[in-house]
Structure formats: C-alpha cells, structure tokens
C-alpha cells in the first residue's frame, strides 16, 4: 500500500499539467509542483494559497462564480465535471499564462464528494497561434472582399461544393440558397458560358491540374456579373482527382471598364477614319458615303440616306450605302424637323421591331442645315455618347460642306475673273490691234518723211515724231504681254537656239542708248555656258533686253554688265543664271517689296526723268517664272543694283553645228588685251581663253608697252593686240602709233574695240588697224576678227568691212523664177543675180507656162508650189505635157512644207528637185550648177532625185518634218540670213533694204487678210494667207512670224478657223519683226 502510495505521488510530480484541490473557499489544500510553477510560486507556498490571488479581475469574478456554482452542488449530485475551460493566471512578476481547466469530483468509497480536483494546462503558445491563425481569416476575408475573390473546393469524389463567405456575396446568393455540389456550382454560370466553362473543368479532371477561365454569372434580378475562375486539381497516388480547390474574382468592373475603353477606342478610330474622309473628300455626298461605309466597322449604326437642300427649298433624299435598303422607310418629316431645330432628332421606324429608331443628324454650317443624315440606331433613344459621337461627326462633315461652299465660291469668283480677264484680253488685242495698225502706218510714213530733205526744225520734229511713235507701240506689246501672262496664255516655245546669240541681240539692241550715255555696256556668256540650249529663246532674250534697258536707262555714269553662268547642271536640264549689274543710283530697301508690281517704279520721279510705265519688271519676274526661274534684286542706294535671273533649260536636240575644217583653231597664240575697264578686260580674256588663246590683260598704255617689250625680249612676242579706244591718258590710237613706231615690237596686227560709231572700219585702217568692233563686241565677231588677225586666211573671219571673196565664176545661167510672193521675188532673184544668174520672174502657174510656151532658152525653173490661180504643180503637169520633144527644162520646187508627202507630189508633178524655204545661197548654188549644167548638155534628158535626201543638204540640218519653222537664235531677226541679204546689192541699195521694205508694204495686208479669213471661217483661205506670211517671212529672215504662220496655216489646212490666241501672237510678232527690221536698216 505504501509502495503504491509513492507509486502515485510520483506519476502526480511527473505530470505537465498542474494538479490542485482547494476548498470551498478557493483555498489550495493540495497541488503539484507542476501547479505552483504554472502560477509562478514555490511548491511549499501552495498550501492555504488562495487561488482567486493569481488571477486577473475578470477571472476572480469568474472564479468566485466557479466556486458558489460548486458550492450549490449536493454531496451526491451527479455532476461530473467541465473540460477545457480558458482561464489566464497572473504570475508575480505579471507575466500572463494562460491555461485550460477541467475539473472532477473527488468520492470517497461510498461515493460520496469529497472535493474538486483542477487540472490545469498551460495554454499560452497554442493560444497566441489561434489567435494569429484567427487574425489571419480576418485579413483573408477582409482581403477577399476588396479583391472580390471569393475561394471555393470541391471534394470530386463526394461531390461537396465549399465556399467561402465572400464567394456567397459575389454570386449575390445566400448559404443554402444553392446546392453545395459541383451541378450547383455551373448552374449559377451564364447559359451562354455554361458548357464552354464545363468543357475547361472536364479538360482539366481529364488531363490537367489547374485550368482558367472568364464566364458570366447569373445574380439577383437577373442581373449579369463576370468572374475570373482559377482552380487547382489534387490526384491521389493513383492519378484520380481527389479535390479541387480555386478562385472566383468578380471582374465585372474590369470588363465594363475594358468594355468601355473598346467603345472608346472604336469611336475614336471612327473620327479619325471620318476625319481622314473628311479632309480628303472633295464634296459632302462624297464624305457622307465615306461615313455611311465606315459607321458599321464601328458602331451598330447603319445609313439610310442623306438630305440636301434642292432647288424649291425642300430636301432632296439620296440613298446611302450599303446595307439599308428595307430596314426602315425614309421619314423626310423627321429630317425637315431635325433641319429645322438644328439638333439631333429621334423618331420611330415604322417597322415592327421596336428596338430599333430612325435617328436624323444636320449637318451644321452657320446656322443653317447644309444636309441631314439619316441613320437606324439599334437602341430605344441614343445615350449621351452616342450623341456626342454624332455630334462630332456632324462637326467633321460641316467642315467639308464649309470646304465645299468656300471652294464653290472660289471657283464662281475664279470664272468670273477668268472671263473678266478674258474680256479684258480680248478687248487689248483688238484695240492694239486698231492702235498698231495705224501706227505702223504713222511710222512708216515718217520714216519716208525723215528720208527727204528737210531742214533741221522739220528733221527734229519728225524725230521726235518718230521716237514717240516707237515708245507707244513699246507700251502696247507691254500692256500685250502683261495681259496674255495674267489670263494665262503665255505659251512657251520649245526650240533649240544658240545662247550667245540671244546675248549679241541684246546688245544690239541696247549698245546705241548706252553709248549715248557714255556708258560701257559688256554681256558675255561664262564658257562653262552651253552653245545650244532648248526652250524659249524669245522670253529668254526679252527679260534680258527688259533688264538690261533698265540698267541703262537709270545709269547716268559707269557701266552696265549683263553676264550669264551655269548655276546648276544635269544631264537633261541646265539652270543659266544671269547677273545685270549696273552702277546705278539704287534703289531704297522699302522700294524694293513693290518693285516687281505692275504700273510701279521704285521712284515715281524716274517717271518724269526717263520715262516708261513700270511694266517692263513685272513682266520680267512673270516670264521668270514661267521659264522655270526667279527674278531677285540687290541694291542699295548710292551702289547700284543687280537683278539676278535664273531660267531652267533643257538640253539641246541636236549638238552645236561642228566647226567648219576652213575655221582655223587659235590654240596658244598670243594675244594682249588693252582696256582701262576690269570687267571688259576680265570678259575679253575669259572668251579668248575659251577658244585656248593665251590672253594677257592690262588697263593703260604704259603698262602695255612694258608688256609687248618684254614679250619681245623673252622670244615670245604677242601675235596681236585688242586695243579699247577710250582710255585715261594715252588712248587707243595714240598707243596704237607707239607700237608701230617701235619696230623692236614687230608690228603685231592690232583691232580697235570702241563704244564710239564715228570710228568705223575705214578710220581704224587709217591708224594702222586692221579692222575694229563696236563695242559690245559679239561673240562670232570678236572670233572671226581674231582668227583675221592670228591668220593668213581669217577663215571668213575678214576684218569689218572688207569685201566678200570670190571663190567661183559666174554662172551664167537663165533662170525663170515662179513666184507670187514679191518678197520672196526679191530674195530669189537677188540671191541668183549674186552668182551671175540672168533672172526672169513669172507671178504665178498661168505666167510661167505663157512664159515658156514662148521662149525655150531657160535653163532652169524655179517653181513655188503654192500659188494662185494655178499652182506649182499644176503648172509642171502642164509645161512637161508641152516641152518640145527631146529637151526637158528642170524645174526645182520652192516649198515652206518639204514634208514626205510634199516631195512626192513634186516628184509625180514632173518637178526634179527641191529647194526648201527660207532659200540657203550655198545650197541654191549647188541646185543651181548642178541643174544647169544638165540643161546645157544638148538633147540631155534631166534624172529628178529619187530620195528624199540631197548632198547639198546643210550638214546638222534639221528635216522640216520634225519642226515648225521656229526662232534659232533668240531674236526676232535672223541675223545671219540679214547678214547674207545685205551683202546683196543692186544699184548701190542692199537686197535686205529691198526686201524688208517691200515686206513692211504688204504685211499688215497679209495680216487682215488672215484675220478676215478667221472671221470668215474660211479654212481654204486662212491656209492660203498664212502659207503667204510664212514663205515671205522665211526668206526674209523672221523666224517668230513664220513660226506663227506655220501654225495659222497648219490650223487652215485641218478644215478649222478656231486660232486661238494666235492672231495676237501673229500681230505681235509683226509689231516686233518690223520695228527689229527698221532698226536694222536704220543701222545699215
């Protein structure tokens, strides 16, 4: 008994939980070490200590309550006791424990009660996890509720669905409300997603372990939420599925959101597109069919149709694509209404559905409807964004009605001006017309006038008469040209000429005012300058003739320079840039931004000094322009001015003519250059060192000396000297008498260059020159005057004045010219008594076969084709069909149209060869030995050339098929033709002075009589009158005027009397050829 009383005293001491029986008091009669450690006192303190000491107050309360519930029990009650109750004790040094407690009754044998006996466990560590593990659901359902995930597992092999509280609230259901099974589970998904989220579950128990899906979900009253579901799969060792468990987050505000960022982003796509439309549509019907194709990408919208204003006032209706026909019935009423309030108006379909309406949207310019849209929306009445949507895309399609008008205004206005300018046009070409007829009569009688004697008042009187006579038709061809650039019928010819040609004309032209003034005028072209370009060499010549009379008319003192370069180059187009630099007053900064103005001049002062109507700079920078350039100015006052123009060229069609063998080349001779002028100098040398001639320039007398002398010491003495007459100190001659009076110097030939025209050829030969140029000194001048001097045989380079040689005899032949046409009468017959030809002239066919009926001592025929009463042709036919037997008279054709067809009809005529118009002297000459010779041979039969080609063809000629007649060297003259007629003379007058005055007679005939066969409508003889204009024209040497003839005629022969603007063409090209033909005979 004792042993087994150790035997429990022990297992009491070894127990973890504390032990301890206290009285009815709450009074400890008995407890374990283990208690005492528990409440923190030695086991010996245990005996009588109070239990209630070692609790809070809310325990001592609980406690005292403990023991007056124990207390009420009887002896033998049959309470057995509680487990677990929580309590918290107090150690001394306040440290809590707490610990659960249960409790037993203790019995006695006879069962009665004697006592309680406590256990109690320490339960501190377990509670503080509970109470994280507690603290941590909160913070997850918390966080389940502002993430609104809601956790879920499903027990597959029972089939029990568990959810968590806020996967209830998500689903808008409460517990019970749903079946806890995975049936339960798919029944609250969206019929619309219920097999789609089934299929990715089934996948996943299948084959997978998690799975992911976006479904919709049925909540209260219908209402429609969205969940993401995510869910992971547990298998069992066996591969089965055990449990799933995942989460549902309500993503419903994310969709909407994202819902509504898609519609954002549709609606703007759809702006754009309508504003792409918008700004490329060229009416509003066009941009409203732009937005009825683009509406269905975008929205649910569908056009039916647009309304616009007609012509009563009502609204016209027109159909729309695509997709409309048969949804709803127009409702013109409901576009009237919204026409009217100027807002969006919403009426019914008229067909049975009615979630759909008919929706009308104006389309605003001002205040006013432009047009209505008429649209079928798919909603009851459009919300506030599709409002706003319409609205804008209203706004976009009233800028292009706004657009419309503007360019509809702009193009009423743009015909009105056209037919005012036209109008205007019109009314200048006539009126010049009836001004310059007369006037041409005013200044051709004048200058009969001026050609008799008169004493010096009358002579100064007809003068005067004379230059007023020229300055008013100078005004007329300006106001001309200004107005065809305005209406825009400045036409651009597009010809092959020769650049330094147009130069020589400008300066032609110019040299006599700016010597008057004392002014050394130079124009040069840079080498790097091309020798033939294409393009407009008339417009070309006539802004560098505009600038350049500027520059000399406003320089009182100095120079003028008009110098050309190559500014920018391709294979297929040349830039030229031209400087005119004068040393002028200049002009004022201010000035300058009107200075191109028409009617304006930079100094209204000029006006009364000098003259001119302002005209001449606008005109030059228009012309600029239409040449593919630019006109700019740089000046100030008291430093002159340059104007800088710019013309863009294309390449020549054909290369420039090759260098005759006969032109001698003039590599490294030795010339020297005299002239107090830099620029003359730097000119002179940069055109001698083009043709490789070794050129030294110095400005005096003294410091020339010095430079032949040493060229004589060193062995290397100058070949020739270019000496200007004008210069300070010693001039020209003067020097020129040193160097001749030096033989040490060798003589070297010497040319005279000087601005003065009392120094001619015969009084620079009598100062020991060998001949002398007028400055501005032309290009072909300068060379051949240089070749005369480096060479024995100048290569047709004779000094200035010296006769033509001589290379050929006579030829002696009879020859009868057919030709109705007086100037070209002239031209043949001149050009045929120049080689010692006897000429005869018949005036037409009938003239030339009574002509030959009666006299068979001809030996050649020269037959124009085109001629009246009988042609050319027909008068072949007739004379072969008559000639004697045995003899055959050749006949050559003169033709203007050596087409294919024109020498084959020549050829059937009977004719045996062709001389194409303008007539050539060398190929006359050819055609003229060649013919000759065949009718002298006895009985000799004439073989008519068979091809279409000759060999006394012009090398490098252009075949008259593949042009008009056309200008060639930028003038309205053709200087060399002039130069060829004027060396023609016959009873002391040159053929040129014959035939210009015999042409300035008749042209303004031939000219009314084109003009009446176009206000005939007579075809037939528009083609005759202009076939006249153009042959003459050619002989004489007027490229432009035949170039328009050939284009008149060319009209005629095509059955048609509509010219065009060519009647002005064709007077101002007259105007300006007969006042260029009186300059040139006044110059000799």
Known sequence: MEADAELFRALVEASPDGLCVFDERGTITWANARMAALIGRAPEEMPGFRLEAALDELGRTQFRAHLAELAGLGETDAADGADNLESLFLRPDGTPVWVLVSYRPIRDPEGRRTGWLHRVAEYTERKSLLETLQEREQQLAAAQRIARI??????????????????????????????????????????????????????????????????????????????????????????????????????????????????????????????????????LVEAVRDTALGLPRYTSWVALGLYLPGPD??????????????????????AERARGSGRVEVGPTGAPDPAHRLVAVPVLLGDEAAAVIELLA??????????????????????????????????????????????????????????????????????????????????RLAEGLQGAGLTLLGIINDILDLSKIEAGRLDLESVDFDVRAVFDQVTGVLGGAAHAKGLELVAACHPDVPEVLRGDSVRFGQ?????????????????????AHVEQ???????????????????????????????????????????????????????????????????????????????????????????????????????????DNETNRLVLTEQLGAWEVEAVAVPSAEEALTALR??????????????????????????????????????????????????????????????????????????????????????????????????????????LVVEDNQVNQLVAAGLLESLGCEVEVAGDGIGAVARLDRDHGFDLVLMDCRM????????????????????????????ASALEGERERCLEAGMDDFLTKPVDAGELEVLVRRWARVAARAGARAEPVAGAERASAAPGAVPAASQEPAPQAGDDLDRDRIRMLSELRKDGVSFFERTATSFMSRVGDQVVAIRDAVDDRDATRLQSAAH??????????????????????????????????????????VDRAVAALRAAIAGG
Request: glycine share 10%; net charge neutral.
């Open 150 to 283: 809601g956790s879920w597992e499903w027990d597959v092999v029972t089939d029990t669905v568990t959810w968590s509280d806020q996967l209830y609230r998500i689903y808008e259901v409460e517990v019970g409300d749903r079946a806890a099974t995975y049936e339960g589970f798919l029944s609250r998904i969206h019929p619309a997603d219920r097999e789609r989220v089934a299929g990715v579950i089934e996948a996943c128990l299948a084959e997978g372990d998690r799975f992911s899906f976006d479904a919709r979900v049925l909540r209260k009253n219908g209402r429609v939420g969205w969940i993401r579901g995510l869910g992971l799969l547990e298998r069992g060792p066996d591969g089965r599925p055990l449990r799933m468990s995942g989460t549902s987050q309500d993503i419903t505000a994310l969709k909407r959101a994202d819902r509504a960022a898609a519609e954002a982003t549709r609606r703007l796509e759809l702006l754009q597109e309508m504003a792409m439309a918008a700004n490329q549509a060229t009416s």
């Open 313 to 334: 006032g009502g609204l016209d209706r027109v159909a729309l694509p695509p997709g409309g026909e048969g949804l709803a019935e127009p409702d013109p009423a409901l």
């Open 378 to 459: 798919d909603a009851v009445a459009p919300d506030q964004e599709s409002l706003s949507l319409l609205g804008q895309i209203a706004g976009q399609l009233s800028l292009v009605a706004e657009r419309e008008r503007h360019a509809r205004d702009l193009a009423e206005a743009r015909d009105q001006a056209m037919e005012a300018s036209r109008l205007k046009s019109q009314f200048l070409a006539t009126m010049s017309h009836e001004i310059r007829t007369p006037m041409n009569g005013v200044i051709g009688l004048n200058e009969l006038l001026l050609r008799t004697d008169l004493d010096d008042h009358q002579r």
């Open 543 to 563: 802004v560098l003739t505009n600038l350049g009379s500027n520059a000399v008319k406003f320089t009182d003192h100095g120079e003028v320079v008009i110098a």
């Open 569 to 675: 180059r391709t294979p297929e187009r040349v830039v030229l840039r031209v400087d005119v630099t004068d040393t002028g007053p200049g002009i004022a900064s201010e000035a300058q931004a009107t200075l191109f103005d028409a009617f304006t001049q930079a100094d209204p002062s000029t006006t009364r000094r000098h003259g001119g109507t302002g005209l001449g700079l606008a005109i030059s920078s228009q012309l600029a322009e239409a040449l593919g350039g630019t006109l700019t100015v740089d000046s100030s006052p008291g430093h002159g001015s340059r104007f800088t123009f710019t013309a863009s060229f294309a390449t020549a069609l054909r290369p420039p003519a090759p260098r005759p063998r006969s032109r001698p080349r003039l590599d490294g001779r030795r010339v020297l250059v005299v002239d």
């Open 710 to 815: 040493a060229a004589a010491r060193e062995g290397r003495p100058f070949e020739a000297v270019l000496l200007d007459l004008v210069m300070p100190g010693t001039d020209g001659l003067a020097l020129a008498g040193m160097i001749r009076a030096d033989a040490g110097l060798g003589r070297p030939p010497m040319l005279l260059l000087s601005s003065h025209q009392d120094v001619g050829p015969e009084k620079a030969r009598a100062a020991g020159f060998r001949g002398a140029l007028a400055k501005p000194v032309r290009h072909d001048d300068l060379y051949e005057a240089v070749a005369g001097l480096l060479t024995a045989d100048p290569a047709g380079g004779r000094a200035p004045g010296a006769p033509a040689p001589t290379g050929t005899p006579p030829l002696g032949a009879r020859v």
């Open 868 to 895: 009246p009463r009988m042609d050319g042709f027909e008068a072949t036919r007739v004379l072969r069909s008559r000639e004697p037997q045995g003899r055959r008279v050749p006949v050559v054709a003169m033709t």
């Open 1028 to 1069: 006249q204009l153009k042959g003459s024209s050619l002989n004489l040497g007027l490229p432009r005027v035949a170039a328009t003839a050939a284009r008149l005629e060319r009209t005629g022969a095509a059955g048609s009397t509509d010219t065009g603007r060519l009647l002005d063409d064709l007077a101002l090209d």
